[in-house]
């Protein structure tokens, strides 16, 4: 995208509006360069970057009597779910729970065979009969969860990051492999990194796997790459009844976890060159740590090298990468510790009632919003 397109592009509105009123908005995402927004009704609107169709069928429609372009939505689908990685995009259909993937496909990241970008949604067929929960995409490669709880990872698996997809004779049909921990346990989340990937099942164990360079699979084997998932050892000791999300930035992990009482712990490890687990410092942390606290966090985002939190009264905080100002704290250094942003207020459209604030980070920016509560 040249100065002038991304100029014209920054500025502009989303069409949102349907025949009974306004169709509020339940959740955004970030990629790398790539944003979205995803309304109740399922539509979902992507804007950003586009050089390999990550945006897909949506787009700016050009209007003579508006003074800014109008964003227009993902056509033919209405989205459940989505995920948005470097230069390509997972959504989950509502209703159908089938996988719909288009961008950037020299890795296999969006039908598990290299091949040119793909601008259409298309569904993997290794995935035609499944219908999927999770989703999750990464710098090159992408992993989804299906309704039987089984995790099924393609695209760029060079450093282990995506389990090992399997091709017939005549080169045509790929059928990816299948994974569930060894006692049948349900996977029920999973982030992808740069180069690895990581998974929560139902009984709260997290799993990593991939490159382990900077510790970002949580064990102390530092440099050891795992192409087959390894429990995260460290985190034995969560509470029973907890629940567990996982996010990831490229070469950081950040486990959030729902204690029994209502609070929240958080757990980070790996890359913290530039501050990106809040620890103070900028020393690796190769095991899970216990990070934030006497912060009342209540959800937390992981940039590319950065993470970004809101707190119980929706204030926004940052740490990590701020070379752009992607932290939004007034200045354009690195953050080692959470410092609370700069700037408007987080506000919803017109018409919606009882909103909560979310959060998305992407490459080099993260957004927030008011969503409807509603479910």
Sequence with gaps: MNGEDAHEKKESILCTVRQNGLDQPKAIYAGGGHSGLLTESGKLFLFGWHDDGQCGTSGFEPNDNASIPVVRPLTNIDVEEAALGFSHTLVIEKGTNRLFAFGNNERGQVNGKPSASETLPTTPEFLQEDKVQYVAAGLFHSAVITREGELITFGCGRFGQSLSTKMNANDQVWSAMRWRPDDNSRLV?????????????????????????????????????????????????????????????????????????????????????????????????????????????????????????????????????????NLATGCKTDKLKMTKTLGAKVVGPPGLHDGMTVIAAGGAHFFATKVSLQK
């Design 189 to 325: 989340d999973v982030a992808c990194g740069r180069r690895h990937t990581v998974a929560v099942d139902e009984k709260g164990r997290v799993w990593s796997f991939g490159e382990n360079k900077y510790g970002q699979l949580g064990r102390t084997t530092k440099g050891k790459t795992d192409s087959t998932p390894v429990l995260v050892d460290g985190l034995k000791d969560i509470p029973e009844g907890s629940r567990a999300r996982i996010c990831c930035g490229w070469s950081h992990s950040v486990l959030q976890v729902e204690l029994p009482g209502g609070e929240n712990a958080f757990y980070g490890w790996g890359r913290n060159d530039k501050g990106q687990l809040g620890t103070g410092n900028s020393d690796p942390v190769s095991e899970p740590t216990l990070l934030f606290q006497n912060k009342n966090f209540r959800s937390v985002a992981c940039g590319s090298e950065s993470t970004v939190a809101i707190d119980g009264d929706d204030k926004i905080w940052g740490c990590g990468w701020n070379e752009h100002g």
